[in-house]
C-alpha cells in the first residue's frame, strides 16, 4: 500500500471518530436529539471497504450510518445538518440520524428496522444486472440482522440470480444488548451465507489494512464472477449501542480489553513506526479534520428550520410521468 | 368485446411488459405456473425469465428486492399471490415502501407497483379470504387501488405504473371469471377519481372491488320495487376521492357504505367519519354500514355466506333505512 493511503485510511478514520464524538457532544448539548448511535471502535470496516467504493456504487447501510454517509461522499454539513433537523440536511430534516439519504452519491440509508435494508441492496444489484450498469452494492449490517428473515431471504434471491453484491456483517457481537451466544445457534456466521452458496470469510475489523486489503481482493472477486460474496468483520463498538444504553450487559474489562485494539491508535503507531507519519502531520491532518467539522456544525446551526407548512409534503410524488426511458429517480 | 376480468389483467400485464423495457414481474408462480389465478398464462416463454421472475416463497424479501429494483431505475410490477400473504411483508411495504420518499427528504421515488387477489367467497377459510385493503389504505405514502370492474382491470395497472409512487392493485378473486364490456381507455382516465356507477336520489351507496356487483344487483333489485339507489364505486380506497362521495351524499341526504372489510376501525369507518365531518347536516339518519361480520371467515359454506355481505343483506338495510 502507498503511503498516501495508508494516510488517507487514517485521516478517514479519524475523521469518523472525530465526527461521532461531536456528535456525542451535540447530543448532551440537545443539539442533536432522537435516537444517535455511534460508529466509535468500528471506524476500520467502513473506512477499508469503502476505499474502494466507485461513485456509481450503490451504498445500502443501517442506523449507525454517519460514518458510512460520510465515506460514501455526502458533506459534513449535509450530515450535521440533518442531524440538527434542518432543512439543509442531506434529508432535509426529515431523516435525522438514522436515516441519511443521498440520490448523488447514491446512498440508500440510513435504514432503522434491523436487515431492512438489505432486500433493497439486492434490488439495487438485480437493476445493475438488467439494466447492464457498472455497478455494485455494497450492503452494510449488524451481526444482529442475520437473525431476521430478511436476511435469509435477500441471501437466497441474491445467490440465485446472481446479483453483485458484497455483504458487510459488523459483528460488534451484540444485538443492542444481547450477546451473540446468546441468540444465534450457530455463531460461525459465515457458514450460515455458505448454506445458502455464498462465498465467505472473516476478517479482522479492527485492522484496516486487512479490511482495506481484503475488500480489494472481494470487489474484484464480485466484479468478476457477477455474484455476491460475503464478509464478517469482527469489531467491537466502544460505546453503547445508543444515548438511551445503561450498558449493563457486558462487563468493563470487556470493554478494556477491546480498546487495547482500537483500529485507529494501533494503525496510528504502525505508521509512526514505519515512519510514514510524524507529529507535524498528524497535527495537520488533525487540524483539518477540525475544520472539516466545525465548519460543518456551524453550517447546521445557520441552516433553518424547513417551514411547518411545508410538513406533509414528500409524501407522495406529484407528477404523472411520461412513459419512456425517463429515470425513475428526479 | 365482453372479456373476462382475468383477461383484462392480462392484457393489462402484456401492455405494460411491451411498452416499458424497464417492466418486469416477480413474484410466486408467475412463469413457470403461468400465475396462481393464469394471469400470466405463456409469458415466461414470451417474455423471458429475466423479466417474468419466479420467486421463492420469501415475501419479504422479493418485495424488499423490488424497492431497490425501482430505486436502481427500475419499474417492478410484484405479485403477492394473495392479500394474506402481504403480511409477511409489511416491514418493507409500510416501513420502506411508503417511507423512503419522505425519510429521504424526497430524493428517491418508489415507481413499485404491488398486484395481489384479495378477498373471500371460494370456502378458502380464515387465512385464505382476507380483505386488508382498507388496513393498507391507513398507510400515507401508498396508493390503493381496488378495480371492481374489467374496464378498471384492464386499465388501472398502465397508469399504476405511470405513477412515481408505490401502488398496490387489489385484485378480487371472486370477480376473475366475470365477463362484461372492456370500454377504450379514455383520455381523462384516471384510477384515483370514484364513479357514480348508477344514479339515484333515496340514498347513497358507497362501495369498491368485490362488492361493488353486489350493490348494483342490489339497487337494481330495489328499483323494481321503487327505491332509486345511487352506487358509488370508490376505485382507489387511497387517495379516497371525498368530493365524489360529499356530492352525492348532499343529493341522496342518506349513506350506506358496504366494505368487505371487518367494520372496527375500517375505510368504511372513515368514510362514515369523512361524511359527518363535511356533510353532517344535509343528512336525514345516521351513515349506516354493513361490513364483514367480526369473525375469521369459515371454511362451511353457509357461514361464509352469512360473514360476507351478500345482495340480501343489501336490501334489507337499504329498506330498513328508507321505511
Known amino acids: 500500500m502507498n503511503p498516501e493511503t495508508l494516510l488517507r485510511l487514517l485521516k478517514n478514520m479519524l475523521r469518523l471518530r472525530h465526527m461521532e464524538e461531536l456528535c456525542a457532544e451535540l447530543y448532551t448539548q440537545e443539539k442533536i436529539r432522537g435516537f444517535l448511535h455511534l460508529y466509535i471502535g468500528q471506524e476500520a470496516v467502513a473506512c477499508g471497504v469503502l476505499e474502494h467504493a466507485r461513485q456509481q456504487d450503490n451504498v445500502v447501510a443501517t442506523y449507525r450510518e454517519h460514518g458510512h454517509a460520510l465515506l460514501k461522499g455526502i458533506t459534513a454539513k449535509a450530515i450535521m445538518a440533518e442531524m440538527f433537523g434542518k432543512k439543509d440536511g442531506c434529508s432535509r430534516g426529515r431523516g435525522g440520524s438514522m436515516h441519511l439519504y443521498s440520490a448523488e452519491q447514491r446512498f440508500f440509508g440510513g435504514n432503522a428496522i434491523v436487515a431492512s435494508g438489505l432486500p433493497h441492496a439486492a434490488g439495487l444489484a438485480l437493476a445493475a444486472k438488467i439494466l447492464k450498469e457498472d455497478r455494485i452494492s455494497i450492503c452494510f449490517f449488524g451481526d444482529g440482522a442475520m437473525a431476521e428473515g430478511e436476511f435469509h431471504e435477500t441471501m437466497n434471491l441474491a445467490a440465485l440470480w446472481k446479483l453483485p453484491i458484497l455483504f458487510c456483517c459488523e459483528n460488534n457481537l451484540y444485538a443492542m444488548g444481547t450477546a451473540l451466544n446468546r441468540y444465534q445457534s450457530e455463531t460461525n456466521l459465515v457458514k450460515k451465507a455458505a448454506s445458502y452458496n455464498i462465498p465467505g470469510i472473516t476478517v479482522d475489523g479492527m485492522n484496516v489494512q486487512e479490511v482495506y486489503n481484503k475488500s480489494k481482493e472481494l470487489f474484484a472477486f464480485i466484479k468478476a464472477e457477477k455474484g455476491p460474496f460475503f464478509v464478517e468483520f469482527k469489531t467491537y463498538r466502544f460505546r453503547p449501542h445508543s444515548m438511551f444504553d445503561p450498558d449493563l450487559y457486558r462487563s468493563k474489562q470487556e470493554i478494556s480489553e477491546w480498546k487495547v485494539r482500537c483500529p485507529i491508535e494501533n494503525f496510528k503507531k504502525e505508521l509512526f513506526d514505519k515512519k510514514i507519519l510524524d507529529l507535524n502531520m498528524l497535527k495537520n491532518i488533525q487540524q483539518e479534520i477540525e475544520i472539516e467539522f466545525s465548519e460543518a456544525v456551524k453550517f447546521a446551526e445557520a441552516s433553518e428550520y424547513e417551514p411547518i407548512q411545508d410538513l406533509e409534503k414528500d409524501v407522495y410524488y406529484e407528477n404523472k410521468l411520461q412513459r419512456g426511458p425517463a429515470p425513475s429517480t428526479p | ?323
Open chain 2, 1 to 323: 368485446m365482453k372479456i373476462s376480468y382475468r383477461e383484462a389483467l392480462r392484457q393489462a400485464l402484456h401492455e405494460a411488459l411491451i411498452l416499458d423495457p424497464r417492466t418486469f414481474l416477480m413474484g410466486e408462480d408467475v412463469g413457470a405456473y403461468g400465475g396462481s389465478y393464469a394471469v400470466s398464462k405463456n409469458f415466461l416463454t414470451e417474455f423471458g425469465p429475466e423479466r417474468i421472475r419466479d420467486t421463492p416463497l420469501s415475501e419479504l424479501g422479493f418485495v424488499g428486492l423490488g424497492i431497490g429494483a425501482a430505486l436502481g431505475g427500475l419499474r417492478p410490477i410484484v405479485e403477492i399471490m394473495t392479500v394474506n400473504f402481504s403480511l409477511l411483508a409489511l416491514d418493507q411495504i409500510v416501513n420502506c415502501a411508503a417511507m423512503i420518499r419522505h425519510m429521504s427528504g424526497g430524493q428517491f421515488s418508489i415507481p413499485l407497483v404491488i398486484r395481489t387477489t384479495t378477498g373471500g367467497g371460494r370456502q378458502l377459510a380464515a387465512q385464505h379470504s382476507n380483505s386488508f385493503e382498507g388496513w393498507f389504505a391507513h398507510i400515507p405514502g401508498l396508493k390503493i387501488l381496488v378495480p371492481a370492474t374489467i374496464t378498471d382491470a384492464r386499465h388501472m395497472l398502465g397508469e399504476a405504473l405511470l405513477d412515481n409512487n408505490p401502488v398496490i392493485i387489489f385484485e378480487h378473486a371472486m370477480l376473475l371469471n366475470q365477463e362484461d364490456e372492456c370500454e377504450q381507455k379514455k383520455s381523462d382516465y384516471t384510477p384515483y377519481k370514484a364513479l357514480v356507477r348508477r344514479t339515484g336520489t333515496k340514498l347513497s351507496l358507497i362501495t369498491y372491488g368485490g362488492m361493488l356487483c353486489k350493490a348494483l344487483t342490489a339497487a337494481n333489485n330495489l328499483a323494481k320495487a321503487g327505491y332509486e339507489i345511487e352506487v358509488i364505486d370508490l376505485r382507489s380506497l387511497r387517495p379516497l376521492d371525498e368530493a365524489t362521495i360529499l356530492k352525492s351524499v348532499k343529493k341522496t341526504h342518506r349513506a350506506l357504505i358496504v366494505d368487505e372489510g371487518w367494520r372496527s376501525g375500517s375505510i368504511s369507518a372513515e368514510i362514515s367519519a369523512r361524511i359527518m365531518e363535511s356533510a353532517f347536516d344535509d343528512l336525514d339518519g345516521p351513515v349506516q354500514r354493513l361490513c364483514r361480520k367480526e369473525v375469521p371467515i369459515p371454511y362451511a359454506k353457509h357461514l361464509e355466506l352469512a360473514a360476507i355481505p351478500q345482495v340480501a343483506d343489501i336490501e334489507i338495510m337499504v329498506k330498513g333505512i328508507l321505511k
